[in-house]
């Protein structure tokens, strides 16, 4: 008997489950490479999208040209390591929200060595916050509003002197009490601040700035805004280039592994994706305080009297940085959001540094210094002060450089004369 012939899906069987897994497979990547091809040819303008606030502000390593170290993004703040600073700001680099100026402080303008006639600086050191983190542009930092309020107060004493405490005070006593009730007069100079903070920078950063670059500029006048960074633990890019000289593979693999990233950013359908999703809300600053955080605490007691000493002839303003804690209950949601997320182990930390560091306190170590405790400064602050633990928003770093321009004036205010003698 003549065998009939089998067909080919007789003969071969059903299909496997490997030809199911690579049809599967196929049929994705084709279906994702049709969709990127589509959505480059059409998309166009709509998949360009701009970075957050957050990515201009993420400190990013850098060479001193500016080119990134690690491929990564080309946005964000960039850094140089700097002997004998752990890092540095890049100078002249700018973005929508800030500007770094040739000698690496966020200013629009160089500032020369030399000091021109007249000219009075105000150099303001710290961290993050007195550099003006996640504010929406430079005018927007406590240094710029410090700047123009004292400019503006000069300008209003040379149109309007009757309206300041006069040169000398007058006989009677009645006009001497209404002449002292007037605001004080400062000098008349060019004032300028110089916003020198760096985020992520200790009072150990801060006092090797000092002795090795704020002083050779001149200054007349020194703000210190910090505190709260010396609580935190080591912050990886402090020793990112001991570890780079201990593991010479650590670069490599962190090198590839941010050229992958960048690569997948660029993709159209990640970009698709970013567009369509909700603005990511800003990176939550570190508050798991460091466990030997006494230790680190008393170090910075040591480098603020270094520091005092250092700055011995020039008046020099000390502030302890507000922080949420310290402001009680607030009424902002988003502000009860970041206190509910601070455990009690942080906020009795908190408490026993920041809280507890009274002028008093420090008046030993710092004889010739101003010092002021702005914990809890916004405390009766109406509207919404903090954007996370200790960064500001817009209204609250308007009110924390009015307190700081209020202590400024009464240190370098001009004491009105005596009267005159009663003629004879």
Known sequence: MRMRRRSYYYRSGPPTWRRLLLLVVGGSIALFLGLEILLRLVGGQ???????????????????????LLNSST????????????????????????????????????LPQAKPPNEFRIFLVGGSTAFGQYAPDNDSTIGEIL????????????????????????????????????PPRIP?????????????????EELTLLAHEILRLQPDYIILLDGYADLL???????QLDLWLR????????????????????????????????????????????????ER?????????????????????????????GSGKRSDPQEQRILAQLDQNYQETIKQSLGTLTPESLKPDLPGATLRNYYRIFSQFP?????????????????LAEQILNDLIRTIQIVPNAPPEAPQ
């Open 147 to 182: 700047e123009r309020k004292l400019q503006a107060r000069v300008s209003q004493q040379r149109q309007s002197p009757q309206k300041f405490q006069p040169p000398t005070l007058p006989f009677f006593a009645e006009q001497v009490e209404a002449a002292l009730a007037l």
């Open 297 to 325: 605490w008393q170090r910075y007691r040591y480098n603020l009297k270094q520091m005092g000493k250092l700055a011995a002839g020039k008046p020099f303003l000390v502030i302890v940085q507000p922080e949420i804690t």
């Open 383 to 399: 509207q919404a002060a903090f954007v996370d633990p200790v960064h500001l928003t817009v209204a609250g770093t308007e009110f």
């Open 233 to 239: 633990p080591p912050q990886p890019l402090s020793s």
């Open 247 to 294: 593991k010479p593979g650590l670069h490599f693999r962190q090198s590839l592994g941010y050229r992958l990233q960048r690569l997948w950013n660029q993709l159209a359908i990640v970009r698709l994706f970013k567009k369509l999703s909700p603005p990511s809300p800003l990176p939550p600053t570190p508050y798991q305080l460091a466990p030997n955080w006494a």
């Open 188 to 204: 008349d100079r060019n004032y300028r601040v110089i916003n020198s903070a760096v985020p992520g920078y200790t009072s150990q």
């Open 75 to 110: 946005y964000g703040l960039k850094v140089k390591f700097s002997s004998p600073l752990p890092y540095t700001l890049v100078p002249n680099q700018s973005s929508p929200h800030w500007q770094i100026n040739p000698q690496g402080l966020r200013d629009k303008d160089p």
């Open 46 to 68: 709509f998949l360009q999208t701009n970075p957050s606030l957050a990515e201009y502000y993420q400190l990013r390593l850098a060479t001193s040209q500016g080119e990134p």
